[in-house]
T-cell receptor
Framework: DTGVSQDPRHKITKRGQNVTFRCDPISEHNRLYWYRQTLGQGPEFLTYFQNEAQLEKSRLLSDRFSAERPKGSFSTLEIQRTEQGDSAMYLC???????????FGPGTRLLVL | GDSVTQMEGPVTLSEEAFLTINCTYTATGYPSLFWYVQYPGEGLQLLLKATKADDKGSNKGFEATYRKETTSFHLEKGSVQVSDSAVYFCALSLAGKSTFGDGTTLTVKP
């Protein structure tokens, strides 16, 4: 596997439920990023990790959102008590530490009913 | 904060036409600049990049030049093909964080 993978690709949930998404970066990449993309807009930065350390979080990342990268490899993004406004595509990307080029996964499309 | 403004779309061209998609940015430092492309049903793919002023990024016939004086990174292609139909995103990256424009949808008709 040479690319970034995300699981699941699609998720439909009811308002108030919790959801968790997984991202597996390119194996030698130590930086991992999460973005959210809504229809007709570009990706919005949520957070990023260098190895297992979460270095920056956007103000978009409310306290219902949490991201982890426990061993510096894969990452999870959890949304608690989902709201309809959380419906979006959640994108993961990875890069080498000193490189600005990010490689994106296919995304997880979330629909909150 | 940092921001990227792209030419609004959609853009519709005939095959072999010349393409320009405008992109300007605002940043607190000296960012790297990127164009990403998203084909229907696929994820974001890096199209080209430039890391410093006056650098020209190029790929698949597309070009963009990093213009610090005008804070711009306009995307150009001399002769578009139907297969270039996609959404194009301009982005900047600074200190590990990327900021994207809202995308420009390009449709090329035969």
């Amino acid at each position: 596997d040479t690319g970034v993978s995300q699981d699941p690709r699609h998720k439909i949930t009811k308002r108030g439920q919790n959801v968790t998404f997984r991202c597996d970066p390119i194996s030698e990449h130590n930086r991992l990023y999460w973005y959210r993309q809504t229809l007709g807009q570009g990706p919005e930065f949520l957070t990023y990790f260098q190895n297992e350390a979460q270095l920056e979080k956007s103000r978009l990342l409310s306290d219902r959102f949490s991201a982890e990268r426990p061993k510096g490899s894969f990452s999870t993004l959890e949304i608690q008590r989902t709201e309809q406004g959380d419906s979006a595509m959640y994108l993961c990307a990875s890069s080498l530490e000193l490189a600005e080029t990010q490689y994106f996964g296919p995304g997880t499309r979330l629909l909150v009913l | 904060g940092d921001s990227v403004t792209q030419m609004e779309g959609p853009v519709t061209l005939s095959e072999e036409a010349f393409l320009t998609i405008n992109c300007t940015y605002t940043a607190t430092g000296y960012p790297s600049l990127f164009w990403y492309v998203q084909y229907p049903g696929e994820g974001l793919q890096l199209l080209l990049k430039a890391t410093k002023a006056d650098d020209k990024g190029s790929n698949k016939g597309f070009e963009a030049t990093y213009r610090k004086e005008t804070t711009s990174f306009h995307l150009e292609k001399g002769s578009v093909q139907v297969s270039d139909s996609a959404v194009y995103f301009c982005a900047l990256s600074l200190a590990g964080k990327s900021t994207f424009g809202d995308g420009t949808t390009l449709t090329v008709k035969p």
